[in-house]
Nanobody, 119 residues
Framework: QVQLVESGGGLVQAGGSLRLSCAASGTTFGIQSFGWYRQAPGKQRELVAA???????NYLDSVKGRFTISRDNAENTVYLQMNSLKPEDTAVYYC?????????????WGQGTQVTVSS
């Protein structure tokens, strides 16, 4: 099992910045990738950013150039730096860890952290 604990959410004005952290513990061996997802009220959960073991990243189009995902392998921690925040970024943000496996990968989730951007 993998435990994920997020921190760093909060209330910020439009144009401001926040940095989310996700600390992984437990059986972290074999984790292939980490991701940040978000879910706004009445909407489906969406992938915001992901980072693989090689450092390759991908981003939701609407956050490209504003958000940066990074990972500290030694500390088993993944970060999401969010700049130039917009009200539409308001959501609960969830950390995800994925371990490849057969027949299906295993996904682990944090409890979520609220990000609220005021206009």
């Amino acid at each position: 099992q993998v435990q994920l604990v997020e921190s760093g959410g909060g209330l910020v004005q439009a144009g401001g910045s926040l940095r989310l952290s996700c600390a992984a513990s437990g059986t972290t061996f074999g984790i292939q990738s980490f991701g940040w997802y978000r879910q706004a009220p009445g909407k489906q959960r969406e992938l915001v950013a992901a980072i693989g073991g090689s450092g390759i990243t991908n981003y939701l189009d609407s956050v490209k150039g504003r958000f940066t995902i990074s990972r500290d392998n030694a500390e088993n921690t993944v970060y999401l730096q969010m700049n130039s925040l917009k009200p539409e970024d308001t959501a609960v943000y969830y950390c995800n860890a994925r371990r490849l496996g057969y027949p299906l990968p295993s996904d682990y989730w944090g409890q979520g952290t609220q990000v609220t951007v005021s206009s």
